[in-house]
């Protein structure tokens, strides 16, 4: 039988009164209209009524060493084990991550994987968006292409951290190169994919030429239309003079693209989907090549139908940063 509803502040009231009348609490209990047993509970230590009384063993950490704590996290953020260490203290690392998602301060979250925007990036973001609102269905014509990494423990981007709800979020560089790791250049069109072209972390302007030639201008009719236009990042081997001379030869037309605007490639979202594909449930490959085999066949089983839902989002994104001055979309 659940526990019953408490005694109010008045009814309490009524128990001392016939309590210092040497009423019975049998029939206190018939004149409030409660059971026997909670008037048994008031009368038997009033103080403690309705109290709750802490069960288990205390805490290893008392009120200093959690202050202290919570200092150096909020100033220095760093891993359970670190903390314990810098602030000299005798307790699990599970203790201590109990404690700091008890505070009510800290929340373990996932770093964000945008680079910072100065006032001059905004600006431009907002001018650019502007602008392109005019381009309407136009968006449909465009070709989304961009570069990955993944590597053999996990994916890029997905890393967290204990952050301080008082301060701003934290942000993580995307363009960190490293071994046992491969890198995917791909791009999409309205109505299809390219193929997942494997290319080299050191890649040069003639390499990217090169990609582009023989994954790119063989489909790009085909997944996106005759009157196609190239989205791409302002990577130096995307901007530099020999790509743009190359760009140009080849008649690419290549819509122009506001600096640190990941938000705004919808080629993000689908490295998101198929990143979940490749990790899915921790997975961890023990080769590059087992790697290269997981990658192109989630990309091969991604479905079009997600492809047509991101082109439907463009306009959207374009007008939100429109609207909020240049600011990411969050």
């Not at 206190?28 to 509970?41: F, M, N, P, Q, T």
């Not at 791909?186 to 193929?195: D, E, T, Y």
Request: glycine content about 6%; charged content about 30%.
């Amino acid at each position: 039988m659940g526990r019953g509803k408490i005694l109010t502040d008045f009814e309490k009231g009524q128990i001392t009164a016939f309590k210092s009348q040497n009423i019975s609490n049998n029939k206190i209990a018939k004149l409030i209209g409660r059971s026997r047993s909670v008037v048994d509970h008031y009368v038997k230590d009033p103080d403690k009524y309705n109290i709750k009384i802490p069960t288990g063993r205390p805490s290893i950490l008392n009120s200093p060493m959690k202050r202290r704590l919570f200092r150096e996290l909020s100033s220095n953020p760093t891993s359970l084990n670190q903390l314990r260490s810098n602030c000299d203290i005798q307790a699990s690392k599970w203790t201590i991550g109990r404690t700091l998602r008890n505070s009510k301060i800290f929340k373990y979250v996932k770093m964000c994987g945008a680079p910072n925007l100065t006032e001059a990036h905004k600006r431009r973001r907002e001018e650019w968006a502007k602008e392109k609102l005019a381009l309407g269905d136009k968006w449909k014509q465009v070709i989304f292409s961009d570069e990955k990494k993944f590597n053999l423990d996990g994916p890029d981007g997905f890393k967290f951290y204990w952050h301080d709800l008082r301060k701003e979020k934290r942000q993580f560089s995307q363009r960190g190169f490293g071994g046992g790791n491969v890198m995917v250049w791909a791009a999409i069109g309205i109505r299809g994919k390219s193929q997942i072209a494997f290319v080299s972390n050191k890649m040069n302007s003639e390499d990217y030429q090169g990609v582009l030639q023989q994954f790119l201008l063989p489909v790009a009719k085909q997944i996106s239309g005759n009157a196609w236009l190239f989205q791409q990042d302002n990577a130096s081997i995307h901007s530099s003079t020999s790509t743009t001379t190359w760009l140009t030869k080849k008649k690419v037309i290549v819509i122009d693209w506001p600096a640190r605007s990941p938000d705004l490639n919808i080629m993000e979202n689908l490295w998101g989907i198929l990143s979940r594909r490749v990790y899915e449930n921790g997975k961890q490959y023990k080769t590059v090549g087992d790697l290269r085999v997981a990658i192109e066949r989630e990309w091969d089983a991604i479905d079009i139908i997600d492809v047509k839902t991101l082109y439907d989002s463009m306009l959207q994104r374009v007008a939100k940063v429109a609207t909020r001055r240049g600011e990411f979309l969050s």
